[in-house]
């Protein structure tokens, strides 16, 4: 758990680094400087992108984490590996090609009078999802090569960073708003690039086939797999994206542009889990194919109550200053304050089951995650077709929690009823008691008018209480042992100020 913990660490805080980026980006520079049906088109265009690149993948990143410690060599530089993998995406790459060029009159069929903006710029979807593809192997690749920081820097900060100097040359006037999508397009290009300088230095880049050392069995293994990972991985992204598509079908690209934003903040909760989850695949591989049942328990137990906890602050913390996210956002974006709400508690339900998740896709059962996968997404689509019309914006979000929760809870049923491992305790319940009490105590702190100031105070003081109740409780040993490891470096500190 050393490494795995020291390398979460370390991709938490490029995920916030990122995030505070994504705040600046998302949260403030674009619902300002562009109208919400061209924030809307922003959004559209990298949810399709982003289920036509898991699509092309054609489930090879799952067989990657998978059956990767079967290749493993250095030596023999990993057995051909790399070049398998690119020859898979190029093949994939060509038929999402072909299959895009078929639906792209649906994409552009004119439902909310937007149709002359998609129509414009519906093709800047195959750069970025040619993008998305190969970064998306090549950051599997290294991930299980023992290095998720890399990749997570990349994706959380590099395009980030090109997104704003997009931003900033479209406020200086340098761009036009077409330049603008060209710039944000080229953001999404470039990781894929730097990844490759890494692994070259690293010895790591071998085009050298190897396909003489793939046997029988392993072939039928891959092919296994990598079909069980098409069905998988392609509903698990459109269950993703579905409901901002399905927003821009029913309410048209302002909705959309007003929604995703939204979406952004609710999705916060969740930052803590992406770095563990990211690394945890890694590990949880070779340890099913070590049967290290130990070591799998241990990791899905501590990652529960610790993603629960650090979730629940973030969430406590979101919820306590939405009036305040509404002071950093313009007035037409308050239409998705419950929008915030849903999303963030779909995380936090998410986020309560660990890395259940990556448990069962590296696990013998792990097929069974695409039958969970595909009434997920099927719960999804039903949902929001039900509740968008009704409800409209919090139609969606609703949709997308109730259809989360449900998931979840049969996710962790499931590894119970295969594996015996249960992840719950008694700690669980006191931290979804504390949320809700964080919420309610500081409900009572005054409001004050300067809104950075009351943003900072609130968080604090609500910051304060939640930390203090889970140390007492020693609700989580690893948080705990990392707040006395820093009060030790401030008591260093300051006695060593004293001494001086």
């Known amino acids: 758990m050393g490494t795995i913990r020291k390398q979460s660490i370390t991709g938490t805080l490029i995920i916030y680094a990122g995030a505070l980026l994504g705040l600046v980006n998302t949260g403030i520079l674009l619902p300002r400087l562009f109208s919400t049906d061209q924030v809307g088109l922003v959004n559209i265009l990298m949810a399709y992108a982003t289920v036509f690149a898991q699509f092309s993948s054609l489930g090879f990143n799952s067989a990657t984490t998978r059956l990767f410690p079967y290749f493993r060599s250095k030596a023999q530089h990993h057995n051909g590996f790399l070049n398998l ?6 093949f994939g790459f060509a038929l999402g090609f072909v299959v895009f060029i078929a639906l792209s009159g649906f994409f552009t069929t004119e439902k909310a009078g937007d149709s002359a903006l998609i129509t414009e710029y519906i093709y800047y979807v195959i750069p ?50 077409h330049q603008f999508i060209l710039g944000y397009t080229l953001s999404y290009a470039l990781p894929s690039f730097i990844i490759i300088i890494y692994l070259i230095i690293r010895n790591d880049f071998n085009l050298h086939p190897g396909y003489g050392f793939i046997t029988k069995e392993l072939r039928k293994e891959l092919i296994s797999v990598s079909l069980y990972g098409i069905v998988a991985g392609f509903m698990g992204i459109l269950t993703i994206n579905i409901d ?22 609710g999705s916060v909760v969740a930052l803590p889990s992406r770095s563990l989850t990211k690394i945890s695949s890694a590990y949880l591989a070779e340890a099913w194919k070590k049967n290290d049942l130990s070591l799998i328990a241990s990791i899905y137990q501590k990652s529960c109550i610790t993603q629960l906890v650090v979730g629940g602050l973030v969430f406590v913390g979101l919820m306590v200053n939405l009036e305040n996210v509404f002071w950093i956002l313009d007035e037409p974006y308050r ?41 997920f997404m099927l719960l999804v689509i039903a949902t929001n077709f039900i509740f968008i019309p009704i409800w409209g914006l919090v139609g969606a979000a609703m949709a997308s929690f109730f259809s989360k929760v449900i998931h979840d809870f049969l ?38 008018k300067n809104h950075l100031m009351d943003l900072i105070l609130r968080s604090t003081f609500v910051s304060l209480f939640y930390v203090f109740i889970v140390y007492i409780f020693r609700i989580s040993p690893d948080i705990n042992e990392r707040i006395e490891a820093y009060w030790g470096i401030i008591r260093r500190l300051f006695s060593g100020k004293q001494g001086g």
Do not use: C
């Not at 593809?133 to 023992?146: E, G, I």
């Not at 901002?244 to 903040?265: K, N, P, Q, W």
């Not at 936090?348 to 969970?372: E, I, K, Q």
């Open 244 to 265: 901002r598509i399905m927003v821009e079908r029913f309410l048209g690209l302002d909705a959309t542009g007003i929604y995703s934003t939204a979406f952004f903040f």
């Open 128 to 177: 970025l999802f040619f993008s998305l593809l190969l970064f998306s192997f090549l950051d599997n690749y290294t991930k299980v090569l023992f290095n998720a920081t890399i990749g997570l820097f990349l994706k959380e900060f590099v395009v980030r960073f090109g997104v704003l100097l997009a931003i900033l040359f479209y406020v200086l006037n340098i761009f036009d708003f």
């Open 335 to 375: 239409a998705g304050k419950l929008v915030i709400v849903f999303i963030g508690l779909a995380h936090l339900a998410d986020m309560a089951s660990g890395v259940s998740a990556n448990l069962l896709t590296t696990s013998p059962a792990y097929r069974l995650h695409s039958f969970l996968l595909l009434g």
């Open 85 to 90: 993998g690119l020859s898979v995406n190029a």
């Open 411 to 448: 996710r962790v049923f499931i590894i119970y009823r295969k594996y015996q491992f249960f992840p719950f305790s008694f700690k669980t319940g006191i931290t979804f008691v504390l949320i809700p009490l964080s919420i309610f105590v500081t409900s009572f702190f005054p409001v004050l």
